[in-house]
């Protein structure tokens, strides 16, 4: 599959089997990750991979859209480091969707289904993921991706639309 394909391809998918995903692939997504465009090449990220069912299960209970993390072979929290932004530049949360997107892409090369779950910036959700994951004060969790061998395969839909596309200045609708 190309990278064009790859990437109109990508659905988000939230129905596993049971099977488990190694090591090695999760770690191949996290690598990914790290690939991502950050401001000045801060790279404000750190990421937590859980994998143990209890946690999971906790997850899919308390936060409102991740029930399908109960079924999931592990989630992958991206977290971001401030601290790490040395120019106060405050890029963190771009730079961090951008891991994010780069780790959902690599799921899906590997074969994997993954969904993002959202996290920052709502603060009841920020506070769960701190308390369950015992994320220090000064890192905040920014996302969460969930995933496992795909139980469903989802048909590519076409989402361009040519009147969300404006030529050197906006036009009017």
Not at 30 to 43: D, L, V, Y
Not at 104 to 121: K, M
Request: proline content about 6%; overall charge positive.
């Amino acid at each position: 599959m190309d990278a064009i394909e790859l990437l109109l391809s990508r659905r988000s998918i939230r129905r596993y089997t049971a099977e488990s995903v190694e090591k090695n692939i999760t770690i191949k997504m996290i690598r990914a990750g790290c690939a991502a465009p950050s401001a000045f090449n801060q790279q404000p990220w750190e990421f937590i991979v859980i994998q143990g069912k209890n946690v999971l299960n906790d997850i899919a209970r308390l936060h409102p859209y991740a029930s399908m993390v109960k079924y999931a072979a592990g989630l992958i929290v991206v977290c971001a480091n401030p601290l790490k932004d040395e120019k106060m530049l405050g890029m963190w949360p771009q730079d961090c969707a951008a891991a994010t997107q780069n780790i959902l892409l690599a799921a899906h090369a590997l074969g994997l289904g993954a969904v993002w779950i959202g996290i920052y910036p709502n603060k009841d959700y920020v506070t769960l993921f701190r308390k369950i994951c015992k994320i220090p004060i000064d890192i905040i969790p920014f996302s969460g991706i969930s995933f496992g061998v795909p139980a469903v395969e989802k048909p590519y839909i076409d989402r361009f639309d040519d009147a969300l596309v404006h030529w050197n200045v906006w036009r009017k609708k």
